[in-house]
């Protein structure tokens, strides 16, 4: 027990300080991509602090437990949004981009119907994940390309003035840091989620329940840590950005690979509870992106009831 315990405080240690490096080398990449740091949160860095979920997920499937497996993305998409985006909101009331209320949230919603679609007969099949991926692949293709062209048009000669203020031994300095930052989240959700399930199971709670709970919790620290991160240096574009960017990568990457791997079987508790909530927060997350494209505090306070709400119900 006691093992378990610092494992899990030593975790989220490793991805505080993983998250912190993680943003300010984001930034500098995006500099040099020319790309938005918006765009940078939807794609690199949201793709950075899904790693946990994806080795987490493919493991799981590898190993015979398909529980954890989906359970881990769907819990951990109910937690970006509800937990982590609720608690930032909290803390630091943060501006949202219309791109992102008519371009990400429509995906996001798109991926999760398909994903309760594809997940009716209680199995991922293998041309379902080619499905998934394809287009993760389309939508950051479409992103990538509409954030250059924007870029171009609005803002080439200052970002041309500070790429020639920057030498490359600050780009190579950056994309180091950022290999060294994804190798810390990795690591760090892995000690904690291993401390986290080790205090779990001693309490003899069953597999959905911790997948969809603390394994879905260990795996989104890095968002959540990425996301305070970002707000406290006033990128939120990046914290909003990562938060639902992590979420569509939940679904078309990580439940993508991990069928290609190996199909998935699916809990009908998961299809019949959990993934219903995940549907029903973005529904709930939509008025509150056009309210003045602001989440303000008490709306995040309304996020994380939820929150709480969907956990004590599951428990």
């Keep these: 027990m006691a ?3 610092v494992q899990l405080i030593g975790g989220l240690v490793i991805l505080i300080i993983g998250g912190d490096f993680l943003v300010r080398s984001s930034v500098k990449l995006a500099l040099y991509l020319r790309i938005s740091s918006l765009v940078i949160g939807l794609t690199v860095v949201s793709f950075g602090t899904s790693f946990p979920e994806l080795v987490v997920s493919m493991n799981a499937a590898l190993d015979g437990h398909p529980d954890i497996s989906v359970g881990n993305v ?3 998409n109910i937690a970006n949004l509800a937990l982590v985006l609720g608690i930032s909101a909290m803390f630091f009331p943060m501006a949202v981009r219309r791109s992102t209320v008519v371009f990400d949230w429509p995906m996001l919603l798109l991926s999760t119907v398909l994903l309760i679609v594809f997940a009716w007969d209680l199995h991922i099949e293998l041309w379902e994940g080619l499905v998934f991926f394809t287009g993760l692949i389309v939508y950051n293709f479409v992103l990538i390309r509409g954030s250059r062209k924007q870029n171009r048009r609005e803002s080439a000669e200052v970002i041309d003035k500070e790429i020639d203020a920057s030498s490359s031994a600050d780009l190579i300095r950056a994309l ?3 290999g060294l930052s994804l190798i810390a989240l990795v690591g ?4 904690l989620v ?7 199971l001693s309490f003899g709670i069953e597999e959905r329940i911790i997948a969809v709970s603390i394994v879905a919790f260990g795996t989104s620290a890095p968002e959540l840590a990425t996301s305070m991160i970002a707000l406290y240096k006033k990128e939120s574009s990046i914290s909003v950005g990562n938060l639902i960017g992590s979420n569509i990568f939940n679904i078309l990457g990580i439940l993508g690979l991990t069928a290609i791997v190996s199909p998935v079987d699916v809990n009908p508790a998961i299809l019949e509870f959990d993934m219903y909530w995940a549907l029903a927060i973005p529904l709930l997350l939509y008025p509150i992106l056009l309210t003045r494209l602001r989440v303000a505090r008490i709306e995040g306070v309304l996020l994380f009831a939820t929150y709480v709400t969907y956990l004590i119900l599951i428990f």
């Design 176 to 178: 180091v840091i950022f």
């Design 194 to 200: 291993n401390g986290a399930v080790g205090v779990a």
């Design 188 to 191: 760090g959700a892995d000690l």
């Design 3 to 5: 093992l378990s315990w």
């Design 74 to 76: 769907v819990g951990s």
